[in-house]
C-alpha cells in the first residue's frame, strides 16, 4: 500500500548529540511536511518542501534543519537537541498545495517519537 | 489566522453511544480535515470535506460552510474509537491550522 514511513518509531539522543529523523514516501506526492508535536498540543509546522523548494516557517528554530534528496524521501535534522526538543516528529504529505478549487488530503506517517536525555 | 475550535474537550461515552465532535472556524476555507491519534501514537487522516456530507464505516463527517462549522460523528461507539479527533483546516496555504483535539474515551 502507498504510505509514508517514518523511521525509527523511537529514538533516544543525548542532549547536544546530533539526531536525524527520517520519512519516506510511496505515494509521489509534490509536497512533504514536518510537524513537531509536544504532549497535549496541537501539532506544530517546522517547515515543508514543496518539490525542492523549501519553506522555513518563520519561529522555526535554526536548530532544526532538513533535507530532501528526492520525491521520496525527506529528513529532518537537528544539530543540537536540548531538553524542549523532545517531542513527536510527524511526517506528512500532501499531493499538491492546498488551495482554490483543488484541494488535496493529507497522509500522515505514524511519528518517531524523540526523547532526548 | 484562522481560530479552530473544537468541543468538548473530553468525552466519556459507554460502548454503542453515538458520539459527536463538533468544530468551528472563524475564516472561510477551501478544506477541513478530520484527524485521528492514538496514545502516543501517529495521525490518521479519517475525512477531507470541503461541503456535505462524508461516510465512512460508522464515521461520518459533515460541514456546513455558510455557518464555518463541522461535526464529527461516531455512531455505535467502540472502545478502539478511544483516540484524540483532531479538526484542522486548510484554506488558500500549505499550512493546516490546527484545533487542539477532543479526547474521546468509549467505556465497555
Redesign the interface.
Same mark, same amino acid.
Given at each position: 500500500d502507498a504510505m509514508v514511513i517514518?523511521n525509527p518509531r523511537y529514538q533516544v539522543t543525548q542532549f547536544g548529540k546530533p539526531v536525524t529523523l527520517s520519512c519516506s514516501q510511496t505515494l509521489n506526492h509534490n509536497?512533504m511536511?514536518w510537524y513537531q508535536q509536544k504532549s497535549s498540543?496541537?501539532?506544530k509546522?517546522l517547515f515543508?518542501y514543496?518539490d525542492k523548494d523549501f519553506?522555513n516557517?518563520a519561529d522555526t528554530p535554526d536548530n532544526f534543519q532538513s533535507r530532501r534528496p528526492n520525491t521520496s524521501f525527506c529528513f529532518l535534522d537537528i544539530r543540537s537537541p536540548g531538553l524542549g526538543d523532545a517531542a513527536?516528529y510527524?511526517c506528512?504529505t #500532501?499531493r499538491d &498545495?492546498?488551495?482554490?478549487?483543488r484541494?488535496y488530503?493529507?497522509?500522515?506517517? #505514524?511519528?518517531t &517519537?524523540l526523547t532526548v536525555v | 489566522k484562522n481560530e479552530v475550535e473544537q468541543s468538548p474537550q473530553n468525552l466519556t461515552a459507554q460502548e454503542g453511544e453515538f458520539i459527536t465532535i463538533n468544530c468551528s472556524y472563524s475564516v472561510g476555507i477551501s478544506a477541513l480535515h478530520w484527524l485521528q491519534q492514538h496514545p502516543g501514537g501517529g495521525i490518521v487522516s479519517l475525512f477531507m470535506l470541503s461541503s456535505g456530507k462524508k461516510k465512512h464505516g460508522r464515521l461520518i463527517a459533515t460541514i456546513n460552510i455558510q455557518e464555518k462549522h463541522s461535526s464529527l460523528h461516531i455512531t455505535a461507539s467502540h472502545p478502539r474509537d478511544s483516540a484524540v479527533y483532531i479538526c484542522a483546516v486548510g484554506g488558500g496555504s500549505e499550512k493546516l491550522v490546527f484545533g487542539k483535539g477532543t479526547k474521546l474515551t468509549v467505556n465497555p
Amino acid at each position: 500500500d502507498a504510505m509514508v514511513i517514518q523511521n525509527p518509531r523511537y529514538q533516544v539522543t543525548q542532549f547536544g548529540k546530533p539526531v536525524t529523523l527520517s520519512c519516506s514516501q510511496t505515494l509521489n506526492h509534490n509536497v512533504m511536511y514536518w510537524y513537531q508535536q509536544k504532549s497535549s498540543q496541537a501539532p506544530k509546522l517546522l517547515f515543508h518542501y514543496y518539490d525542492k523548494d523549501f519553506n522555513n516557517e518563520a519561529d522555526t528554530p535554526d536548530n532544526f534543519q532538513s533535507r530532501r534528496p528526492n520525491t521520496s524521501f525527506c529528513f529532518l535534522d537537528i544539530r543540537s537537541p536540548g531538553l524542549g526538543d523532545a517531542a513527536m516528529y510527524l511526517c506528512a504529505t #500532501s499531493r499538491d &498545495r492546498v488551495g482554490g478549487a483543488r484541494n488535496y488530503g493529507y497522509t500522515f506517517g #505514524s511519528g518517531t &517519537r524523540l526523547t532526548v536525555v | 489566522k484562522n481560530e479552530v475550535e473544537q468541543s468538548p474537550q473530553n468525552l466519556t461515552a459507554q460502548e454503542g453511544e453515538f458520539i459527536t465532535i463538533n468544530c468551528s472556524y472563524s475564516v472561510g476555507i477551501s478544506a477541513l480535515h478530520w484527524l485521528q491519534q492514538h496514545p502516543g501514537g501517529g495521525i490518521v487522516s479519517l475525512f477531507m470535506l470541503s461541503s456535505g456530507k462524508k461516510k465512512h464505516g460508522r464515521l461520518i463527517a459533515t460541514i456546513n460552510i455558510q455557518e464555518k462549522h463541522s461535526s464529527l460523528h461516531i455512531t455505535a461507539s467502540h472502545p478502539r474509537d478511544s483516540a484524540v479527533y483532531i479538526c484542522a483546516v486548510g484554506g488558500g496555504s500549505e499550512k493546516l491550522v490546527f484545533g487542539k483535539g477532543t479526547k474521546l474515551t468509549v467505556n465497555p
